[in-house]
């Protein structure tokens, strides 16, 4: 079973501007990751968020946390082409949980030149 | 080397074959995971490998059969596959989580696999 929804399913802008996705959740976490998947490629880490945090930044990316209200965004800003990818939370990954991480649905981030 | 590598890139089966995808990582991780992922969805984890032992089975059907040789290996293998187990499976690794710690995983490109 999926952790939770996230938002836009897709989303198109234009080279320069940011973009925000936003991942909701539905049980207690202790972090919270981002990855990113090219199209028909692996995924690759982008991120990671402990619950006791509420932002983070790495280069272009800004990553937000509210444990209160289950959810995370992510801003990426001064999109490049290259920043063409689906974009997808996931929890979990802990001892307990034997590692496992559970994914949200997935943005799908189009940037246009 | 950060990479893990899987093969192979594209798989044509038929539902009488018998195959395997290969993973193959060296960066030391002693978790290793196979997912499945179909088109426009997230990946859905399958197995998990902790010290070269099954630690996670997520009720995959036996026509999957996976396989950790050794602490850089991992392999699937296939038989009696049915043409709704075409997806994109992938290959990562990690550290192994202990305590409350928590670690990325390292994926493979995947491999493509469709069945006739």
């Known amino acids: 079973s999926q952790q939770g929804e996230e938002d836009p399913q897709a989303l198109s802008i234009q080279e320069g501007e940011n973009a925000t996705m936003n991942c909701s959740y539905k049980t207690s976490i202790n972090n919270l990751q981002w990855y990113r998947q090219n199209s028909g490629r692996g995924l690759v880490h982008l991120i990671l968020i402990r619950s006791n945090e509420r932002e983070k930044h790495s280069g272009r990316l800004r990553v937000t946390l509210d444990t209160s209200k289950k959810s995370s965004s992510l801003l990426i800003t001064a999109s490049r082409a290259a920043d063409t990818a689906s974009y997808f939370c996931a929890t979990g990954g802990t001892y307990n949980q034997g590692g496992k991480l559970i994914f949200g649905q997935g943005t799908e981030l189009s940037v246009k030149p | 080397d950060t990479e893990v590598t899987q093969t192979p890139k594209h798989l044509v089966m038929g539902m009488t074959n018998k195959k395997s995808l290969k993973c193959e990582q060296h960066?030391?991780?002693?978790?290793m995971y196979w997912y499945k992922q179909k088109a426009k969805k997230p990946p859905e984890l399958m197995f998990v490998?902790?010290?070269?032992?099954?630690?996670i089975n997520e009720s995959v059907p036996s026509r999957f059969s996976p396989e950790c040789p050794n602490s850089s290996l991992l392999n699937l293998h296939l038989h009696a596959l049915q043409p709704e187990d075409s997806a994109l499976y992938l290959c990562?690794?990690?550290?192994?989580?202990?305590?409350?710690?928590?670690?990325?995983?390292?994926f493979g490109p995947g491999t493509r696999l469709t069945v006739l």
């Open positions: 960066m030391g991780h002693r978790a």
């Open positions: 490998y902790s010290y070269e032992k099954l630690s």
């Open positions: 990562a690794s990690s550290q192994l989580p202990s305590g409350a710690s928590y670690n990325e995983q390292f």
